[in-house]
């Protein structure tokens, strides 16, 4: 497992923050502004996809998170890769690199190379997505 190279922090009702200089990969491949932190967007709903516009605050986002922090959520990887977050387009964030993964409560995620984080705002095994985006037809831009 890969040495954790940045951090995930779930704000309650809100973002994922993100910090330690995470690449950030667009659905074609290239790479959005690097930047030391920035915040994604969870809810669905933001105008400024895949970041945070506080559209939660205002589209009553409830974001409590339902998985089990030391169950799996993602295929388990042996391979050494660095440390990136992925858009996928109309979908989830793929995440690899055993970055570190708060829960809003506090409770530390059990590191794993790659797991996916919903960002249509309605999986039900939140923060992990549960294709649910699928169903409701969640469209990233």
């Known amino acids: 497992m890969p040495e ?3 951090t ?3 704000r309650p009702n809100g973002p994922y923050r993100v910090e330690g200089d995470v ?12 930047k030391p932190a ?7 709903q933001s105008s400024n996809k895949p970041y945070c516009d506080a559209t939660h605050k205002e589209c009553g986002f409830i974001g409590t998170e339902m998985a089990d922090p ?5 295929s388990e990887s042996s391979a050494e890769a660095a440390s ?3 858009v996928l387009r109309d979908g989830p964030y793929e995440v690899v690199g055993a970055l570190t993964l708060t829960y809003s409560d506090g409770r530390l995620c059990e590191a794993r190379a790659f797991y996916r ?12 997505c549960d294709d649910t985006h699928l169903e409701i037809g969640f469209r990233s831009g």
């Open 70 to 74: 030391t169950a799996p959520a993602g």
């Open 117 to 128: 984080l919903c960002r249509c705002g309605a999986s039900k095994s939140k923060p992990f």
């Open 23 to 34: 690449p950030l990969v667009a659905p074609d491949g290239t790479l959005y502004e690097p």
């Open 38 to 44: 920035y915040s994604l967007c969870r809810c669905g």
């Open 8 to 10: 995930i922090t779930i």
């Open 4 to 6: 954790p190279k940045g």
């Open 84 to 86: 990136a977050i992925h």
